[in-house]
Nanobody, 115 residues
Framework: QVQLVESGGGLVQAGGSLRLSCAAS????????MDWYRQGSGKQRELVAS????????KYADSVKGRFTISRDNAKNTVYLQMNSLKPDDTAIYYC????????WGQGTQVTVFS
C-alpha cells in the first residue's frame, strides 16, 4: 500500500513563497513519476507539475511556469514543490500523486494566497 503525506501548505500574501513536500511510504517512489495537482474551490483538479523518476522529464502547467519548481529526493522518497510569486489564483488544495497500477493520492494540503 502506498501512502503519500503532503505538508507545507498555509496562508501567504500574494508575491510570497511556500514549499510543499510529499513523503511516500514506499520505495516504489524511486521508479515512479511524481505529480503535483491542485483543486480550487468549484474547479476541476488540474496537473500543476510532474517529474520523472530519473529527473530527466519535468513538466509544468502554463499557469505556473517560471514561478513553481518541482524537485525530488529519491533517497528520502520525497517530492517538493517550490512556489514563488504566489497569486490569489493559486489558492487551492494541493495533492501529490503517484500511479502504480492505480492512482495514489495524498490527503492534500491547503494553500491560500491573499492579496
Amino acid at each position: 500500500q502506498v501512502q503519500l503525506v503532503e505538508s507545507g501548505g498555509g496562508l501567504v500574501q500574494a508575491g510570497g513563497s511556500l514549499r510543499l513536500s510529499c513523503a511516500a511510504s514506499t520505495n516504489i517512489f524511486r521508479i515512479s513519476t511524481m505529480d503535483w495537482y491542485r483543486q480550487g474551490s468549484g474547479k476541476q483538479r488540474e496537473l500543476v507539475a510532474s517529474i520523472a523518476s530519473n529527473y530527466n522529464i519535468i513538466k509544468y502547467a502554463d499557469s505556473v511556469k517560471g514561478r513553481f519548481t518541482i524537485s525530488r529526493d529519491n533517497a528520502k522518497n520525497t517530492v517538493y514543490l517550490q512556489m514563488n510569486s504566489l497569486k490569489p489564483d493559486d489558492t487551492a488544495i494541493y495533492y501529490c500523486h503517484l500511479y502504480w497500477g492505480t492512482d495514489y493520492w495524498g490527503q492534500g494540503t491547503q494553500v491560500t494566497v491573499f492579496s
